[in-house]
C-alpha cells in the first residue's frame, strides 16, 4: 500500500449542507468549502472510527488509496481526506446528477434513445479499462454506484470501499452490497476477476436499455437462481438487435467467453463512441488529486486542449463542465 500522505485539510474549512446520502460506514455530506474562491460544493464522506476493528479502517484506508489512484475523467474525483473527532473524512467531487439509478427511475418508463445508452456504456467501459490497465477490479459496479454530473451526461464511477487491487499473491473474492449485479462465478463461490466487472456492465447495459434490472426477485436465493442460471427477460424490441447481441456477450455464464473492456472498446458498435469521447474528453474538466493541488486549491483552473495527455486529468474542484460530451455526440 502507498505511504499515505499527512492529512491537512480539516472539518473547519466546510460548512455542511445537507446530508445526501447513507452507507453501509457512514454519511456522505454535501458541503461547501469556505475559503476557496468559488466555495465549491464537495462531498464529505464521513465514516466514525469508532468500534471499526483494525482490518476494518485498512479496508476504508484502502478506499481512499484507490480513489487517490484513480485520478480519471469518468471517476469521482478525490481531494483529500482528514480525520476529526474519531470520525475519517473522505472529500470528494459533488456528482450533481445524482445515481444513474434514480436517472433511470427519472425516465418514469420512457426509454432512452440507443445512442445516448451507448454514450453512458462507453463512458463506464472507459472508466473500467482505466481501473483494469492497472489491476483494480471495481467488484461493486451498480448503478447505484455510478454518478451523474449536473447534466447528466457525463458519467463517474463511485465507491471504491470493496475494489481490490489484484495482484499475484491475492485474489479479490469477498462478496459485499447489492446481489443483482453479482456474477454467476461470485455465487458460486469463485474469485473475483475482471470477466466479473464485465458481467456487472451487462447488466447495467440491460437496465440502461429495459428500465429495469436483468436480475431481479424477491429474495437473495431467487436472484442468485436467475443468474446462475442467466435467466433474464427479453429487452424488448425498442432496442437493435446488435446492442441486444452486445448485452448477451456480456451476460455470458462463462466468463472466459465474455470479452474483455479492451476488447469492447473496438466493438464496432462502441468503436464509434469511443473515439468520440476519447477526442472531446480533454477539453472536460477533471479533479487534480496529487500533491500539486496546493497551487490551484482555490480553484485556478487549467484548461486542457485535446491531445495525446487528453485522459489525465489536470484539474480540481470541476464545479463546471466547460463543455457537454453530449454536445459533440448528440
Ligand atoms: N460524490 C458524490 N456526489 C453525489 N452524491 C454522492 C456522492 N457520493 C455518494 N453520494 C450519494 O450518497 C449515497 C451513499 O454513498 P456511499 O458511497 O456512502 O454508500 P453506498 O455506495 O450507497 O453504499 P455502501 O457504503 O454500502 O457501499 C450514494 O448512493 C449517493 O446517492
Redesign the pocket.
Known amino acids: 500500500m502507498d505511504e499515505v500522505e499527512p492529512a491537512e485539510d480539516r472539518m473547519e474549512n466546510y460548512v455542511r449542507i445537507a446530508v ?7 454519511v ?1 455530506w454535501l458541503c461547501r468549502r469556505k475559503e476557496s474562491q468559488h466555495r465549491e460544493k464537495v ?1 464529505l ?1 464521513t465514516i466514525p472510527l469508532h468500534g471499526l476493528s483494525n482490518e476494518e479502517e485498512i479496508a476504508i484506508m484502502g478506499e481512499v488509496m484507490l480513489l487517490k489512484k484513480m485520478r480519471h475523467p469518468m471517476i ?1 474525483g478525490y481531494y483529500s481526506y482528514f480525520k476529526y473527532d474519531n470520525t475519517l473524512a473522505i472529500v ?4 450533481e446528477g ?2 444513474m439509478e434514480r436517472m433511470i427511475q427519472e425516465q418514469r418508463g420512457e426509454h432512452f434513445h440507443e445512442s445516448s445508452v451507448l454514450d453512458f456504456f462507453t463512458q463506464i467501459l472507459i472508466a473500467l479499462h482505466h481501473m483494469h490497465s492497472k489491476s483494480i477490479v471495481h467488484r ?1 459496479l451498480k448503478t ?2 455510478i ?1 451523474m454530473n449536473k447534466k447528466r451526461t457525463l458519467v463517474k464511477l ?2 471504491f ?1 470493496i475494489s481490490k487491487e489484484l495482484s499475484t499473491k491475492s485474489v479479490a473474492s469477498t462478496v459485499i ?1 447489492t446481489p443483482n449485479y453479482l456474477s454467476p462465478e461470485i455465487c458460486e463461490g469463485r474469485a473475483y476477476n475482471q470477466k466479473s466487472d464485465v458481467w456487472s456492465l451487462g447488466c447495467v447495459l440491460y437496465e440502461l436499455l429495459a428500465l429495469r434490472r436483468a436480475f431481479d426477485g424477491d429474495n437473495l436465493p431467487s436472484i442468485v437462481m436467475k443468474i446462475t442460471k442467466c435467466s433474464y427477460s427479453p429487452i424488448g424490441d425498442h432496442a437493435t438487435q446488435e446492442v441486444r447481441e452486445l448485452v448477451g456477450n456480456l451476460l455470458r455464464l462463462n466468463e472466459h467467453q465474455r470479452p474483455n473492456v479492451q476488447e469492447l472498446l473496438t466493438h464496432p458498435l462502441v468503436l464509434p463512441y469511443t473515439l468520440r469521447i476519447h477526442c472531446d474528453v480533454g477539453r472536460v474538466i477533471v479533479p487534480e488529486n496529487n500533491k500539486r493541488r496546493a497551487n490551484s486549491v482555490m480553484g485556478g483552473r487549467l484548461r486542457i486542449t485535446p491531445s495525446a495527455q487528453s485522459l489525465r486529468p489536470q484539474e480540481r474542484f470541476p464545479t463546471k463542465t466547460p463543455i457537454s460530451l453530449s454536445n459533440t455526440l448528440r
Open positions: 445526501v446520502g447513507r452507507g453501509a460506514y457512514g456522505c462531498i464522506k469521482i470528494m467531487q459533488y456528482a445524482g445515481t461493486d447505484q454506484n454518478l463511485s465507491d470501499g452490497g
